[in-house]
């Protein structure tokens, strides 16, 4: 499990956990809400790797960079992975404190990740939880992928929207598109932080999107406990 700005967790039982400083070729967050600490555990009864830390493009780091933690894990075995962002809505239905699914993305800007042969986002698996979800403020949607790191123009929302975009975001699609040309499992998801530039009428501020997501918190941890117990089996 991969987490983004200001989204924690915490495992039933920690085995081990030590910065990802300490590991050579890891490349340590930066911003602000990213804890930079990788730990090992157990969660809804299963084995996971919670890494919390994730980098960014606009920190200067090259893509290898952005994805190293990606191939780190699929060295060690792992075939499943969750990430989890904060994003901007753009659908209007989506509100502060919900999550959003990912079944697909746009990116923005030019991408040069992985060359992608197939579908990113693992279809069963996302299904799976939207289906033992239901209730529960958890949908599906496009994501956005913008390269940061400033927010977008109310213009960019407005033709995001137009081109079929849910929710907007910084992360996540380019370690989505690594796991998935490792042929790993993947699942991602957005904690849905704010509305998208323009939408609320008033700036938008990092602080805003760590302290929301912070707050999602049990939504967060409910939503990671079905992820999890629905992981594909090997
Ligand atoms: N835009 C881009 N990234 C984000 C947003 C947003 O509105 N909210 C949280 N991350």
Redesign the pocket.
């Known amino acids: 499990m991969i987490l983004g700005?200001g989204c924690g967790v915490e495992l039933d039982h920690v085995h081990w956990e030590f910065a990802v400083s300490d590991i050579p070729g890891f490349v340590a967050p930066s911003v602000a809400g990213h804890l930079g600490r990788i730990t090992a555990g157990t969660f809804a009864g299963r084995e996971v790797l919670l890494i919390q830390g994730r980098v960014h493009c606009y920190e200067g780091i090259s893509m290898d960079g952005v994805t190293f933690q990606v191939r780190l894990i699929h060295e060690l075995g792992i075939r499943n992975i969750i990430f989890i962002s904060?994003?901007?809505a753009i659908r209007a239905t989506l509100n502060a404190g919900e999550m959003m699914l990912v079944e697909d993305h746009i990116c923005a800007q030019p991408l040069t990740a992985t060359y992608r042969t197939r579908s990113v986002y693992d279809t069963p698996w996302r299904e799976r939880v939207i289906e033992v979800c239901y209730g529960s403020p958890v949908s599906s949607g496009v994501y956005v992928w913008?390269i940061?790191p400033s927010?977008?123009t109310p213009a960019e929302i407005a033709a995001f929207e137009r081109r079929g975009g849910d929710a907007?975001?910084?992360s996540l699609v380019p370690e989505a598109m690594e796991a998935s040309a490792l042929d790993m499992h993947v699942l991602a998801a957005t904690v849905i932080?704010?509305g998208?530039?323009g939408l609320e009428g008033r700036e938008?501020k990092h602080e805003d999107?760590l302290r929301v997501a912070g707050a999602a918190h049990a939504n967060l941890t409910d939503l990671l406990v079905k992820a999890v117990v629905q992981a594909p089996q090997f």
Do not use: I, P, Q
Request: net charge negative.
């Open positions: 700005s904060a994003a901007g913008t940061g927010y977008e907007v975001g910084m932080t704010n998208a530039a938008l999107v």
